[in-house]
């Protein structure tokens, strides 16, 4: 056994000196962690894009949006009715970079982007948009 083998040394200052076999582990922990976090960013980005914001949510279900986000009784001249199906965070964040919402019209699209960028704290959807807009 050589002299950087043996058990933890104290130096001049009185401080202990790891050993070789020490820091080895030490490193062995370091990878392993690395390797536990990375898959973990992954997931993150997987599950914004899959998430989903309903326009409108539930709260204002049967009501139109107007071009401006703003929830409408049905019928209001210029509003749009409500999309049948929620949007993903992935056709949300294409759509904020120029892209229509499917099964949308230009002005459609439009008027639920205003919505979705009104969002706020406790309605459906919000944690949604807030993560693609941290991601961006």
């Given at each position: ?14 401080e202990t000196i790891p050993t ?117």
């Amino acid at each position: 056994m050589d002299a950087s083998d043996n058990p933890a040394e104290t130096g001049e200052t009185g401080e202990t000196i790891p050993t070789r076999r020490r820091m080895l582990a030490l490193g062995a922990v370091g990878v392993s962690a690395a390797l536990t976090i990375r898959p973990a960013f992954a997931q993150t980005a997987v599950s914004v894009m899959n998430c989903q914001i309903p326009v409108p949510g539930p709260t204002g279900a049967g009501k139109y949006i107007d071009t401006a986000g703003k929830l409408v009784p049905p019928g209001t001249k210029g509003a749009f009715p409500g999309f049948a199906r929620p949007f993903t965070g992935e056709e949300v964040k294409r759509a904020f970079r120029g892209q229509t919402l499917p099964g949308t019209t230009y002005n459609q699209s439009q008027a639920y982007l205003q919505y979705i960028r009104r969002l706020q704290a406790g309605q459906s959807g919000f944690t949604c948009f807030a993560s693609i807009t941290m991601s961006r």
